[in-house]
């Protein structure tokens, strides 16, 4: 049921983790208004619970208060944004309008240009916990923009997310989700070698990384992708094109600030064998094929 007191909210990008996001809000009565480049089983729960279709992302927000998108690469935002049929041809002045892609910051502080000449709000949130955190209403979101935009948005992030924090200015959102995603590249990278090194000295996997967890190698990235790197699991949680796609991001604006950070660059290279012998649409976990 809709509540019509909530205000109208407007989603689009409803892979992985953006059917679960949108599918709390909906649950939540929020009025919602979808969008997305196909129409598979997240599209159909979504339009079965009461949701409205809208065929371009000018129309999507021309029917919302809200309006989130959750797509692939920085190229796929600017064109939801800012195309011919984008969400700033449709939005009415005081549209609050929030990125939590994984995008590059300074297209955030662009788009929050936009969205102000435009009598409209934006916040880049960029988001951290993949598909199980998604699922459990559990996610890490990380968000820039103004004051006033992030408090008109924390009662929705609050049903997306469990620790939201609003991080400054325009683009602050996503430079922090940088800063996640140089931490993972080198622990999921640690997690490889040390599941590599305790199979060639002939150890058991799964008694080495419950003696490891608790001390101080322990990890979400030992805990979560240990046990799956063992079995060879590469199912995705999050996809190696995603998270080289994040890496480019993150090398260049290390690039621009004069910041070297070998440790992303190697991982960065791994990831890149991974992608060329399996496929981009493999987990993170899969960096444990570049050790074979």
């Known amino acids: 049921m809709s509540n019509d007191t909530l205000p109208r909210i407007g989603f689009m990008g409803l892979g992985i983790m953006g059917g679960a996001m949108a599918g709390h809000l909906r649950a939540a009565g929020h009025p919602m208004t979808i969008a997305n480049r196909s129409r598979g089983a997240g599209v159909q729960a979504l339009l079965q619970a009461g949701a409205t279709w809208a065929e371009t992302p000018a129309a999507l927000a021309a029917a919302s208060d809200i309006v989130i998108t959750i797509v692939g690469f920085p190229q796929d935002v600017e064109q939801v944004w800012l195309g011919a049929d984008g969400l700033l041809a449709g939005a009415k002045p005081g549209t609050l309008l929030i990125d939590m892609t994984t995008s590059s910051p300074r297209l955030a502080v662009a788009l929050a240009e936009k969205a102000a000449s435009r009598g409209c709000a934006a916040l880049d949130a960029p988001v951290s916990g993949g598909d199980v955190g998604a699922r459990n209403a559990a996610l890490s979101i990380m968000v820039g923009g103004a004051a006033d ?6 009662p929705v992030f ?3 997310g469990k620790t939201i924090r609003h991080m400054g200015g325009p683009g602050a959102g996503q430079h922090t989700k940088m800063a996640n995603q140089i ?5 999921v990278m640690g997690v490889a070698e040390a599941v590599s090194y305790a199979r060639r000295a ?3 996997g799964e008694s080495v990384l419950a003696a490891l967890a ?3 190698a322990g990890s979400t990235q030992l805990n979560v992708m240990g046990p799956k790197m063992l079995v060879g699991d590469f199912a995705p949680g999050f996809m190696v094109k995603h998270f080289l796609k994040d890496l480019g991001i993150a090398m260049a604006e290390a690039e621009a600030m004069g ?7 190697q991982s960065r290279r791994l990831f890149e064998r991974v992608q060329a012998e399996l496929g981009g649409e493999v987990g993170t976990q899969a960096i444990i094929a570049a050790y074979r």
Request: no cysteine.
């Open 158 to 160: 609050e049903k997306m």
């Open 259 to 265: 910041l070297d950070l070998p440790g992303m660059a």
């Open 149 to 154: 935009a992030f408090a008109r948005a924390q």
């Open 214 to 216: 608790p001390g101080a």
């Open 183 to 187: 931490a993972i590249a080198s622990a």
């Open 202 to 204: 002939g150890l058991d």
